[in-house]
């Protein structure tokens, strides 16, 4: 079993202090309490199969996370049991106090790969759904709903179908869902990967900016490099299976949130090369 | 104009279908060849006629019909679907009936009927319930099927979302299933109509069926004919009505 040190993400002065008395924003389905995430010595199986062997991870409250790492190696997993879905075999995962998968269910949302958006719903439904299933009527859930709408840039659409919405606004509907859903930690599987080049690096940009807004502890898993540093606060290089930690990156520009301004940055440049380093040196590895 | 199209060949086809057959009969050609008395080979012309002058008697014996139809797709609605949910919720009721329910598809209901009439008696009843027993298996395993289909992924994500065990059948599951209930809801439609008959074969005193043995025995051929088509365009309404229900309310399930 390999192990890697706790990598804590650093904070600095900037970031809020969790505070649980701060007043709920229920209108927005705001979460009580920031809460942290923390992996112990993480190991999980199927069958056979390691796929995550001593995964150690710290993420302060609001803040964001990326992983990253070849197809298959766990990354996903790893998110499901984050999110309470499964228990790892080994090790522990904790979200502020709770460390079981019920504790972790109620305080953790998990946002999967495709949209996911019900067909049989309209914009708006979808985006509502965690209310209805809260128990709201479908007035009070679309009510609810639509400043977020509004400030998602979605205004205009909640009637519309999700057939008849591009790719880039399902995925925005399916955040939207993912935010109401009122946990205070987000775990978003790839959300970008069906996309276009174009219709990516505006949502990477725009997650960017409603994190900075409606703040979370986020973990982003991805494939993509760029992505991961241009999104994160720390990002997690990770080998394939059975995932161990080869890298941690700290945002490497801080400040601008204009995409093209920041990629092309030199020292942004030289984090992802060494990022992209550290990936295929884990490969050659093996 | 695109329906038009769709609709034109087949409804031209039938016109000559049928002027054929008219001039055919007509001349005495098919009671010729089949050497029969060319009275009991009525031309559509004459059909048309006894519809006509039948009226009254086919929309009785229709309504009974239909009566019978409607009452034993509605309880094979209502059970086939809550077995479905049944059998989903429980992998060992699953297991235990799924067999049996195919097998029991294996026993014609025509040797039935006559069984379910010495039981139920010569009334409505046994007519729904052999409806019913048509009805069931197109309705019962295309909502299992539907309930199955749905994605795990999904399911995960409802789960995340705080939906429990009810709310995900009721926001996910269902709907999910909602297509594949209709399309099995439209087969079992177009045969119902052939359970009632076979109900009325086995013992009664009114409606289409019974209407068809009379006419069958009187050789009123040509009611005979009037009866099969007033049946055909019973089943032909229904089918549609269904297929209305479906682009209505379910329509996602074209979208796969």
Not at chain 1, 34 to 40: F, I, N, P, S, Y
Request: glycine residues 8%; aromatic residues 6%; contains cysteine.
């Amino acid at each position: 079993m390999q192990t890697s040190p706790a990598h804590s993400v650093e904070t600095d002065e900037t970031l809020t202090e969790p505070n649980p008395d701060s007043p709920a924003d229920a209108d927005r389905g705001m979460p009580r309490v920031a809460h942290g995430l923390r992996l112990r010595g993480v190991g999980h199986s199927f069958g056979e199969l390691e796929v995550i062997s001593g995964l150690e991870l710290d993420v302060e409250p609001n803040r964001t996370v990326a992983l990253v790492g070849p197809s298959g190696c766990g990354k996903s997993t790893a998110l499901e049991l984050i999110a309470g879905l499964d228990e790892p075999r080994r090790g522990t995962i904790s979200i502020g106090e709770a460390s079981d998968a019920a504790g972790r269910l109620e305080r953790a949302v998990y946002m999967p790969q495709r949209d996911q958006l019900f067909p049989w719903l309209r914009a708006i439904d979808n985006a509502a759904l965690p209310l209805r299933i809260a128990g709201s009527s479908r007035r009070e859930a679309r009510e609810t709903a639509r400043p977020l709408f509004e400030r998602l840039g979605l205004t205009g659409f909640e009637r519309v179908r999700p057939r008849e919405l591009s790719g880039g606004m399902r995925q925005r509907v399916a955040f939207a869902r993912t935010l109401l859903a009122g946990k205070p930690v987000l775990l978003l599987d790839e959300p970008f990967a069906s996309l276009d080049a174009i219709t990516r690096a505006d949502l990477q940009e725009w997650l960017l900016e409603a994190l900075a807004t409606e703040p979370r502890t986020t973990v982003l898993v991805t494939h993509d490099v760029e992505e991961a540093l241009f999104v994160a606060d720390t990002t997690l290089v990770l080998s394939s299976r059975p995932a161990r930690v080869l890298e941690v990156l700290a945002r490497p520009v801080t400040g601008p949130t204009e995409r093209a301004a920041v990629v092309t940055d030199p020292v942004f440049v030289a984090a992802r090369d060494r990022a992209l380093r550290a990936l295929a040196g884990g490969d050659r590895e093996r | 104009m695109r329906r038009l199209r769709a609709i034109l060949p087949p409804l031209l086809l039938l016109a000559l279908l049928l002027v054929a057959w008219q001039f055919a009969a007509r001349q005495d050609m098919i009671a010729d060849f089949l050497g029969l008395d060319p009275q009991l080979v009525p031309a559509p012309s004459e059909i048309a006629d006894s519809l006509w002058t039948n009226r009254a008697l086919l929309a009785d014996n229709a309504w009974v019909t239909f009566q019978e139809v409607l009452g034993g797709f509605a309880l094979a609605l209502a059970v086939g679907v809550c077995f479905a949910t049944a059998l989903h919720l429980s992998p060992l009721l699953r297991r235990a009936f799924y067999p049996l329910i195919v097998a029991s598809q294996t026993v014609p209901i025509i040797v039935i009927a006559p069984i379910l009439v010495v039981w139920l008696g010569f009334g409505i009843g046994p007519k729904i319930a052999i409806v019913a027993l048509i009805c069931f298996f197109p309705i019962t395993v295309n909502t299992l099927d539907g309930l199955e289909t749905v994605d795990p992924e999904q399911r995960k994500m409802m789960r995340s979302l705080g939906a429990g065990r009810v709310q995900r059948f009721r926001r996910l599951e269902l709907p999910t299933a909602l297509p594949y209930l209709l399309s099995g809801a439209k087969i079992a439609i177009a045969v119902s109509v052939i359970g009632a008959v076979f109900g009325e074969w086995a013992g009664s005193s009114e409606g289409l069926g019974h209407l068809m043995l009379v006419d069958n025995a009187q050789l009123e051929v040509a009611r005979l004919f009037a009866a099969v088509f007033v049946l055909s365009l019973m089943a032909i309404a229904l089918f549609g009505a269904l297929a209305l229900l479906e682009r209505r309310f379910a329509w996602w399930g074209k979208d796969r």
